[in-house]
């Protein structure tokens, strides 16, 4: 009986990891991968801000006249408030990344909820804005976290494509290729504008990236936005 207990306690806490598949994803939880109208894409980052390379990203933006979501880590948002700031100051959006990049699988629900409502309490403070949007480390989702975001208001969201820029090979050709796999009007894009939890100096793969990327969303007539734009309504 005690086993059975635990074995089910056990698939409540993990079950919700599976949609870290991306193909598992997008036939059961369309909705998590935040697709929005077809004429929009939806552009984020995670696991800053970061001084070494987030500016870096602000600068692009800037020069496309282009607002996204910044998934932040509670971590690095403590160590860099007035980064975060500046991001709101720009017309961005924060969201949450957790407050360290972890994976959920290895952390109790009681730690769980617990870092999750801290980084919620650190960003409304330091920026000003309350955050709408989560997005758990890995893409890797636990039941715990799940019911901790619900109580914050919290929408969990993932991706349609990524970059893959974390890697130690990736450059803007290898992150534009990965990209186009899944490009597609409606479609949320990741990113990384910090390489906190990846190869050292990989983000520069990604700021490389960027341009071209901006430019063909904007050549095939799509509106490049934050999460917050693309998402009303659905």
């Known amino acids: 009986m005690a086993a059975g207990l635990v074995a089910v306690a056990a698939g409540l806490h993990g079950a919700p990891a599976v949609t870290a598949l991306p193909a598992l994803r997008g ?12 004429d929009r894409i939806a552009l984020t980052f995670d696991d800053g801000p970061d001084p070494r390379s987030t500016p870096h990203f602000l600068e692009v933006l800037a ?25 709101v100051a720009a017309g961005h959006e924060v969201a949450l990344h957790g407050g360290e990049h972890r994976n959920l699988l290895l952390r109790g629900p009681l730690a769980t909820g617990r870092d999750l409502a801290a980084a919620h309490e650190l960003t409304v403070a330091v920026t000003g804005q309350t955050p709408r949007f989560y997005r758990p ?98």
Do not use: N
Not at 150 to 167: A, E, I, Y
Not at 177 to 203: N, Q
């Open 63 to 87: 020069a496309h006249r282009v607002r996204a979501t910044f998934f932040l880590l509670g971590t690095m948002l403590r160590r860099h408030p007035e980064l975060g700031r500046r991001l």
């Open 27 to 38: 036939r059961l939880l369309h909705r998590l991968d935040g697709v929005g109208p077809p």
């Open 137 to 234: 480390p890995y893409g890797v989702s636990t039941g715990p976290a799940l019911l901790a975001a619900r109580r914050l208001g919290l929408r969990p969201v993932l991706w349609t494509c990524w970059g893959r820029d974390w890697t130690r090979t990736a450059d803007a050709r290898s992150v534009l290729a990965e990209l186009r796999r899944g490009l597609r009007g409606g479609g949320t894009v990741l990113l990384h504008d910090s390489s906190c939890a990846a190869t050292p100096g990989a983000w520069r793969s990604a700021l490389d990236a960027l341009p071209h990327l901006l430019d063909e969303c904007r050549q095939r007539g799509w509106t490049v936005g934050p999460l917050g734009d693309h998402l009303d309504g659905t």
